[in-house]
């Protein structure tokens, strides 16, 4: 693999492994002896050393992954053995993590359902994508993919999704995934008793059929059933008691929590006897939402697969593996990834600005007039010394030392520029410090919508796990909420195959 | 192109009344009365003992490398970021992360000038991660360092000159 090179050998952490130097070269990528198939282990390691892939081989991976979302309905009957995946938003690292044999369990032998929001927050999405894409072409009947609320344009715009693939493609490259992300599934029944969703239920949700009659092909609508099963919550109580069978989820900003009732209702009505689901983070990973008592299976089942998600939650991932009709839960730690800006600001966008500053600053200190210092105070002995020394005897005719008006006019000029000179100064320093305000040098937020200042706050304060973790929770709750609209809702439409709704 | 002759270009961006004024200052700094600066000079000056790259202005200022700076080169690095030619500053901010002047920016030479900057805010690992990410962006023809060329690219939309814009509006 060909890394960056160090052709002058000053490379001065040597123990670390530069990146890739060009992308993934098509016949590596596509070997002729997998027959179209993508060398998924190559790219797993490419990618882990933050190689690329150049842009004519993702829309191919995407287009030929699309054919197989396209053949799946909304609703996917899957039986156990099965390992189930929460919400990985962009971390890379951690996806790694969780497909090794001892977690979730190696690709060749192991099926996997994923329950969405493979995107935005962590800033390694598109490296997520190709992995995802990448075993889902390899092994077509053991890896399948719901939708989740961050697969879609309103949130990948406001978040940082969009911002990776226009940093790392560009629109169209956006767009096309955009599209890819219309094709997945909505739910899955695991061994005809698990109802597996990202977000939850629906008042609209009376049987599995409901969710069959959706037309799924598009950007999920803002309300009713298709965006329900992507955005709506369990009730935060113990026994899941709720005043009403629904109530308007001001978390989100939009659809419902639903509590045991509701819960209930569905699950004995649809003979089934839980509810898998993702959406929210959980400090081990996990929750079980025991709604029916200590004895009973937990009405709902909360799986994360996310550790210390926005490199500040602090918390565990975990997913679940079924088997032989039991469930167990794998729980795992962080993984660190390499340091980035934000923005994926380079160098040189995030030096020069400070570059520019001091160097300013380092003229005003050298340059500093005295106050005192008056034209007619330089003496004729002065003015002889700096002839010699800069031979300007032409410039010296229309030295201005006779005219004592001329004189101070250039005195002005030139304590003005040094006035000029300061106020450039104090401006830079301020956009410096602004720019810094929002880069955390030590476990950097991915994305910058988490509110940073709170959060050192508290991380100072406290040492405790859970403390942290709640902390932060509570500080990224305005980014639990749907964003207000802001782009069109149509979606580029695709053609609709004639056996969308197959069981 | 002889000493004098290349001065009074540079002198176009300064009135000979600013020059006198620099001369001035530039007596003030020269402590020993020896006719250059020597770097202790410059780093004693209060304000600039903080300052990360003071060092790096130097030398930059120092053309002939004698460890020293002359008025000439007094002036003429001044003039380079008093002026109004952006591609004057553009050398000049290229020229503070290509130490050895040798045209070009190497992935060692990027880290060390960053590592002045940054101090003990990043880990060395962090910073190494930062500078072979902007090497691979920068490096258009893949000889694994940044060319003047390449770094104007790199920064064009960031509007150096205006940066570095040292006289009245």
Redesign the interface.
């Known amino acids: 693999m060909d890394l960056l090179k160090d052709p002058v050998n000053d490379r001065q952490v040597k123990t670390l492994k530069p990146p890739p130097h060009r992308p993934l070269s098509r016949n590596l990528m596509f070997p002729d002896k997998l027959k179209n198939k993508p060398d998924w282990k190559l790219l797993r390691d490419h990618l882990q050393k933050e190689g690329r892939i150049a842009k004519e081989d993702l829309f191919k991976l995407v287009a030929d992954c699309n054919k197989l979302l396209k053949n799946e309905g909304n609703v996917l009957y899957l039986q156990d053995p099965l390992t189930v995946v929460g919400d990985i938003h962009g971390q890379y690292y951690d996806l790694l993590k969780l497909l090794e044999p001892k977690v979730g369990g190696n690709p060749e032998n192991t099926k996997y359902l994923f329950l969405g929001d493979f995107v935005d927050r962590g800033s390694y999405s598109i490296e997520v994508i190709i992995l995802m894409y990448a075993i889902k072409l390899n092994f077509q009947n053991s890896v399948y993919f719901l939708r989740g609320n961050h697969e879609c344009r309103q949130l990948t715009a406001f978040f940082n999704f969009k911002e990776e693939c226009l940093y790392k493609y560009d629109q169209e490259t956006y767009e096309m995934l955009m599209d890819s992300f219309d094709l997945f599934p909505l739910a899955c029944i695991i061994n005809s008793k698990f109802i597996a969703i990202h977000g939850g239920i629906s008042p609209d949700l009376k049987s599995i059929e409901d969710i069959k009659k959706i037309e799924r092909y598009h950007e999920p609508p803002r309300q009713g059933l298709f965006c329900d099963l992507l955005w709506s919550d369990p009730v935060d109580q113990e026994q899941g008691h709720l005043d009403t069978a629904w109530k308007s989820n001001e978390v989100r900003g939009c659809s419902w929590f639903f509590g045991g009732e509701s819960a209930n209702k569905f699950l004995q009505r649809n003979n089934l006897i839980s509810i898998i689901r993702a959406h929210e983070a959980q400090l081990d990973g996990y929750r079980m939402h025991r709604w029916n008592g200590g004895q009973d299976f937990p009405v709902v089942i909360t799986i994360f697969s996310a550790p210390n998600y926005c490199d500040v939650y602090n918390n565990r991932g975990a997913v679940i593996k079924f088997e032989n009709n039991t469930l167990n839960i794998q729980q795992y730690q962080y993984t660190p990834h390499p340091y980035l800006l934000p923005n994926f600001m380079d160098i040189f966008t995030w030096s020069i600005p400070f570059v520019a500053e001091k160097i300013t600053e380092m003229l005003y200190h050298i340059l500093q007039t005295d106050i005192q210092d008056d034209d007619e105070q330089i003496s004729e002995s002065d003015i002889q010394q700096f002839k010699q020394l800069t031979k300007q005897a032409g410039l010296q005719k229309q030295s201005t030392t006779g005219s004592s008006q001329g004189a101070q006019k250039n005195t002005e000029k030139l304590k003005n520029k040094i006035k000029f000179v300061s106020t450039m100064m104090k401006m830079q320093r301020t956009l410096r410090e602004e720019r810094e305000s929002i880069i955390q040098l030590k476990g950097a937020c991915p994305d910058k919508r988490l509110p940073r200042g709170i959060l050192m706050k508290g991380k100072d304060a406290i040492n405790d796990q859970l403390a942290d973790f709640n902390t932060a929770k509570s500080v990224d709750l305005i980014n639990e909420k749907m964003p207000y609209a802001q782009i069109p809702q149509e979606s580029i439409q695709i053609k609709k195959p004639s056996t969308q709704r197959k069981k | 192109m002889g000493n004098?002759q290349g001065?009074?270009e540079q002198?176009g961006t300064f009135?000979?009344?600013?020059?006198?004024?620099?001369?001035?200052?530039f007596?003030f700094?020269d402590k020993d009365g020896s006719?250059q600066l020597e770097p202790a000079e410059?780093f004693d000056?209060p304000?600039?003992s903080q300052?990360?790259?003071?060092k790096r202005?130097f030398q930059i200022f120092d053309k002939d490398n004698d460890g020293k700076i002359s008025?000439?080169e007094f002036?003429t690095g001044?003039s380079s970021?008093?002026g109004n030619d952006e591609e004057e500053k553009l050398k000049?901010?290229f020229k503070?992360y290509d130490i050895d002047q040798d045209g070009f920016i190497?992935?060692?030479?990027?880290?060390?000038?960053?590592q002045m900057?940054v101090g003990n805010?990043?880990t060395?690992?962090?910073?190494?991660?930062?500078?072979?990410?902007?090497?691979?962006?920068?490096?258009e023809d893949?000889?694994?360092?940044i060319s003047f060329a390449e770094?104007k690219k790199?920064?064009k939309d960031?509007d150096?000159a205006s940066?570095?814009?040292?006289?009245?509006?």
């Open positions: 004098g001065m009074e002198m009135q000979p009344q600013e020059i006198k004024r620099l001369y001035k200052r007596q700094l006719g410059l000056v304000e600039l300052n990360p790259l003071v202005v008025f000439a002036i001044l970021l008093y000049f901010m503070i190497t992935n060692g030479e990027l880290f060390k000038v960053l900057m805010n990043l060395d690992v962090q910073l190494q991660q930062l500078v072979d990410r902007t090497i691979i962006k920068a490096d893949f000889d694994s360092k770094f790199m920064v960031l150096v940066k570095l814009q040292m006289q009245g509006v």
